[in-house]
């Protein structure tokens, strides 16, 4: 089929190039100039595993190309809506301002009987508004179709996902859902399951996902919290509890919470859309659910006061990590980069090392120091912090760290390593929720564990 994808960020550009991967004939639009020059050479303008090998595939096969000019997007049967839908900056709800700006470029441009269909996260009623818009063509169709791909995971997510979601409705909604399939045709056939339910549905469906993820987070880091005051283990904890499959070991790491370009925005959105629709128990739930998770980057800094003896001020302190989650390049929202922040605002001298955010970071915080090396990071460091666990971080030798460091004093906040080994080379490790320390158990298949 011949398809658009309109706005090629961390969600449509991995889109475009898995459904040309499909054997699709896909245009991206974007329009940011530099990106659409990187990816028209089959450059990924940010790190995402897989992407790149894809991008320069298909750009290559020419089933893939990118346009700024929304006028390409009139040869396609359907087009994919994947821009921004940011936390507005009055307030917690969603910015719908390019949603809005790029279904009305595309009301222009698509052609008659083509596909409209929307992947952005958006507020429930959002899909309604945007039909009005397009209902003054008359002679163009809409569905809904919510994206779950992670980042860092993207294209496997993309390719297998769990499952796919059609919101359609009225009389167009068996054209619409036929066009989808035809999109998904190879996925369908791999025997991913298909879900059709209107359009509230299919919004509420994707912001109901993403709030039940950040749920567990913020539930397994409260705990955290109580484990810390009761002198219990969260780590122990949340292994024993995800051993339940009722319960499953996903999304319990505690640790320094979640960030990102999607769960922080999007719980604020359902707590918005909750507190306009009446529903006061799920807008309060939300704001808890919020409000724990910032907790998380708060009780770091002060267990990172706590371990130079009370305060950060004038410490040379080292911060392992800079994306929101490792394998993405991505800061919005990043726990890592906001605890680095917190500390430099509490006087530390901060270094920050990353093995693919860097760049993204120097531009926006000149108030720190950058290392692409981590080893080059941790020369003369009386406080190391592990806010993101990289593989790279979590492969570091202690003996070899401890070497380059001025005082082996190492904050784990995401429960990452064998404090054992780093224990066991002098270091004093310090993790959240895990007031006595102890290693990490991990149970092997069918065996009683001890902790
Ligand atoms: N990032 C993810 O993992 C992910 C996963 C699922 C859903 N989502 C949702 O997808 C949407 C996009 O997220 P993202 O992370 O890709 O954002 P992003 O900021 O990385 O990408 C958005 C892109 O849209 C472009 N754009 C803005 N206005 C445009 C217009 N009028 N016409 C064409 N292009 C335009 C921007 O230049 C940018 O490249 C959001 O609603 C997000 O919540 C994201
Ligand atoms: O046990 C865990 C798992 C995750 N995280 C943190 O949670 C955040 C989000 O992680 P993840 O969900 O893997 O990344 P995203 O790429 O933000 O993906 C989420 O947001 C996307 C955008 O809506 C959805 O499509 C995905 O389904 C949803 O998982 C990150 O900061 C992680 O460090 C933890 O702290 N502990």
């Given at each position: ?5 309109i706005?090629?960020?961390y ?9 040309a ?9 974007d ?12 450059v990924?303008p ?8 894809l ?23 359907v ?63 809409l ?64 912001s ?5 993820l950040?749920?567990?987070l ?38 320094l ?17 909750a507190?306009?629709l ?7 739930w939300?704001?808890?659910?919020d ?9 770091s ?9 009370g ?8 911060v ?8 993405t ?5 990043s ?9 430099v ?40 912090v ?5 593989d ?6 202690p003996?070899?760290a ?15 390593l ?17 007031p ?16």
């Amino acid at each position: 089929m011949r398809i658009s994808v309109i706005g090629c960020g961390y969600l449509g550009a991995v889109h475009a190039a898995t459904l040309a991967s499909m054997g699709h004939d896909v245009v991206g639009i974007d329009t940011d100039e530099s990106k659409v020059r990187l990816l028209s050479r089959g450059v990924a303008p940010f790190y995402e595993p897989g992407l790149e090998e894809l991008l320069a595939h298909t750009t290559a096969q020419g089933t893939l190309r990118f346009s700024r000019d929304f006028s390409e997007t009139s040869g396609a049967d359907v087009h994919f809506l994947c821009v921004g839908t940011p936390q507005s900056k009055t307030g917690d709800g969603a910015d719908l301002g390019y949603l809005l700006a790029a279904t009305q470029e595309l009301r222009r441009h698509a052609r008659a009987g083509s596909l409209v269909v929307g992947k952005s996260t958006v507020p429930v009623g959002t899909v309604d508004v945007l039909g009005d818009l397009l209902a003054e063509r008359g002679d163009l169709l809409l569905a809904w179709n919510p994206e779950f791909l992670r980042q860092g995971t993207a294209v496997k997510d993309s390719l297998v996902p769990d499952r796919l979601v059609y919101g359609a409705e009225g009389p167009q909604e068996k054209r619409a859902v036929e066009m989808l399939d035809a999109v998904y045709a190879p996925l369908l056939g791999a025997g991913v399951p298909r879900i059709v339910c209107n359009f509230a549905t299919a919004e509420l469906i994707k912001s109901a996902a993403n709030a039940y993820l950040a749920t567990k987070l913020s539930f397994i880091n409260a705990m955290g919290e109580l484990c810390d005051a009761a002198g219990a283990d969260v780590v122990a904890l949340s292994e024993a509890m995800g051993l339940d499959p009722r319960i499953g070991a996903r999304y319990l790491h505690a640790g320094l919470g979640f960030g990102g370009g999607c769960l922080p925005k999007d719980i604020r959105s359902l707590r918005t859309q909750a507190g306009s629709l009446g529903v006061t128990a799920l807008e309060d739930w939300m704001g808890s659910v919020d409000t724990i998770n910032r907790e998380q980057r708060a009780r770091s800094v002060s267990l990172a006061a706590d371990l130079l003896g009370g305060s950060v001020a004038g410490r040379q302190v080292t911060v392992l990590g800079a994306a929101f989650k490792p394998d993405t390049d991505d800061i919005r929202d990043s726990p890592a980069m906001d605890v680095a922040m917190r500390l430099v605002e509490a006087g530390a001298h901060v270094t920050v090392t990353d093995p693919k955010a860097i760049n993204n970071a120097w531009l926006r915080f000149p108030q720190m120091r950058f290392e692409t090396k981590p080893l080059a990071a941790l020369d003369g460091a009386e406080l190391v912090v592990l806010a993101t666990e990289w593989d790279e971080f979590c492969r570091l030798d202690p003996a070899v760290a401890g070497k380059l460091v001025r005082r082996r004093l190492l904050l784990d906040t995401r429960n990452a390593l064998d404090a054992d080994s780093w224990a066991a080379e002098g270091w004093t490790v310090a993790g959240l929720g895990v007031p006595g320390r102890r290693p990490r158990a991990r149970a092997a298949a069918g065996q009683p564990t001890s902790v």
